[in-house]
C-alpha cells in the first residue's frame, strides 16, 4: 500500500494480481477510505467588495483560514457575487494550505462572451453541467472548467485558502464581493469486534 491505512480519508494505492490460464497481470486499485461527514461552511464577504484589475496577471486575492483540522473527503466552492461586464476575460482559481491549486473557470464561454457577473455561483463536481456551458450569471451550481476539486480529496483542510480572480484582457474592470468553501470531512467508523472470513464457493 501506498498510503498509510490509518488515515481517514487518504486514498490507499493497491495492486491487484490476477492468475489465469494465459499468464498473470497485476492491476493497480485505488481504495477510497472514509464516507462524507457532515458540511462545514466557511465564507468571507467584502465590504466595499475588492477591485479586480483590468488586464492583470497578478488579479485580486481573497483567503479564508479554517481553524479545524480534518481529511477532506468532498469541498464545494460557492461565489456570491463577482460583478464584471465581460465574464469572458476571467479566470478564477482556489489554492489549498498545501499550494494545491483548482482552476475552477477559465475563460468561461470563451474570451467573447460578454456576459456579466457571477451570482450564487456554486463549483461542486457531482453538479450536471460544466460552467463552461452555462450562462452569466451562473447561478446555481456548475463543475468546474477544465479542473476537478476532487483534487482536494485527502488532504487536510486546515489552514489558509485562497480565491485568486483575474482579468486577463483590456477594456473592462469587476469586484470580488464574497466567496465560501463547503467541507465535508472524512468519518470512518471502525469496529475492532467485525471480521470478514472469505472461504470457498459452494461445491469446490
Known amino acids: 500500500l501506498a ?58 486575492s ?16 460557492s461565489i456570491s457575487q463577482i460583478t464584471h461586464g465581460w465574464v469572458g476575460d476571467l479566470t478564477i482559481q482556489l489554492t489549498g494550505p498545501d499550494g494545491t491549486t483548482v482552476r475552477l473557470a477559465q475563460h468561461p464561454g470563451g474570451p467573447d462572451n460578454g456576459g456579466k457577473n457571477f451570482v450564487g455561483t456554486v463549483f461542486d463536481d457531482e453538479a450536471p453541467v460544466n460552467i463552461s456551458s452555462g450562462v452569466a450569471p451562473y447561478t446555481g451550481s456548475f463543475r468546474p472548467q477544465t479542473d476537478e476539486l476532487s483534487r482536494f480529496d485527502g488532504k487536510d483542510k486546515q489552514g489558509v485558502w485562497t480565491l485568486r480572480v483575474r482579468d486577463l484582457f483590456e477594456g473592462d474592470t469587476g469586484t470580488l464581493g464574497g466567496w465560501g468553501t463547503n467541507t465535508r470531512s472524512a468519518v470512518c467508523a471502525r469496529n475492532p469486534q467485525t471480521t470478514i472470513t472469505v472461504g470457498p464457493e459452494e461445491g469446490e
Open 3 to 60: 498510503a498509510d491505512p490509518n488515515i481517514c480519508g487518504v486514498d490507499m494505492n493497491a495492486t491487484l494480481s490476477v492468475a489465469t490460464d494465459q499468464g498473470s497481470e497485476d492491476i493497480p486499485v485505488v481504495l477510497p477510505t472514509g464516507f462524507a461527514g457532515s458540511a462545514s461552511p466557511q465564507s468571507t464577504t467584502h465590504t466595499p467588495a475588492l477591485a479586480i484589475p483590468d488586464d492583470s496577471a497578478a488579479g485580486v
Open 62 to 77: 481573497s483567503t479564508i483560514t479554517v481553524a479545524n483540522p480534518g481529511r477532506i473527503k468532498d469541498l464545494d466552492v
